[in-house]
T-cell receptor, first 115, second 113 residues
């Protein structure tokens, strides 16, 4: 079945440093979504990427979708303590009906930030 | 607009008991998804339901687990004869359509003693 690998598993940075997490799928994806989960919280949707080679920015966050639609990355510039949490990628592939509902999540990258 | 509601937030059950987890989707959403999250793991898809129908239960264990989304009321995830390995966070998500983004509820943390 489809697998989504995410690295690194943990990342500790000093406030102000940059952070990147990488996501790789064993199969070509229809789209990829990124979520943030604070400790003890629930996943909060950040963004969805659909097109090959797509790059989207949200303030200090930059999301990329690979040309082959099998990998993605999230980069945070100048981290802040509010960025603490686990960042998950989740990919979907179309089922036989062309739907994209079934998300396969990576294990996430736990980011901690030292003030 | 209230978000996805789940209750209870925390549930403790002894081995062999039944656990019932409830999920009320966002207003206007008719698509519900259940996921399970083990400690330090990603979320694993369990089941996808629309009103009164189970669309895809490929991620749900064949025994002891069942899910429903009745015409009236919340979606229910039911776990019979719980075992320690069922201890996890169970998240429900809802969407307004198949290709729309999923909004997650706060989760139910199940502990089996």
């Amino acid at each position: 079945g489809q697998q989504v690998m995410q690295i690194p598993q943990y990342q500790h940075v000093q406030e102000g440093e940059d952070f990147t997490t990488y996501c790789n799928s064993s199969t070509t994806l229809s789209n990829i979504q990124w979520y943030k989960q604070r400790p003890g919280g629930h996943p909060v949707f950040l963004i969805q990427l659909v097109k090959s080679g797509e790059v989207k920015k949200q303030k200090r966050l930059t999301f990329q979708f690979g040309e082959a639609k099998k990998n993605s990355s999230l980069h945070i510039t100048a981290t802040q303590t509010t960025d603490v949490g686990t960042y998950f990628c989740a990919g979907s592939t179309p089922d036989s009906g062309g739907s994209n509902y079934k998300l396969t999540f990576g294990k996430g990258t736990l980011l901690t930030v030292n003030p | 607009n209230a978000g996805v509601m789940q209750n209870p937030r925390h549930l403790v059950r002894r081995r062999g008991q039944e656990a019932r987890l409830r999920c009320s989707p966002m207003k206007g959403h008719s698509h519900v998804y259940w996921y399970r999250q083990l400690p330090e793991e990603g979320l694993k898809f369990m089941v996808y339901l629309q009103k009164e129908n189970i669309i895809d239960e490929s991620g749900m264990p064949k025994e002891r687990f069942s899910a429903e989304f009745p015409k009236e009321g919340p979606s229910i995830l039911r776990i019979q004869q719980v075992v320690r390995g069922d201890s996890a966070a169970y998240f429900c998500a809802s969407s307004s359509g198949l290709r729309e983004k999923q909004y997650f509820g706060p989760g139910t943390r199940l502990t089996v003693t």
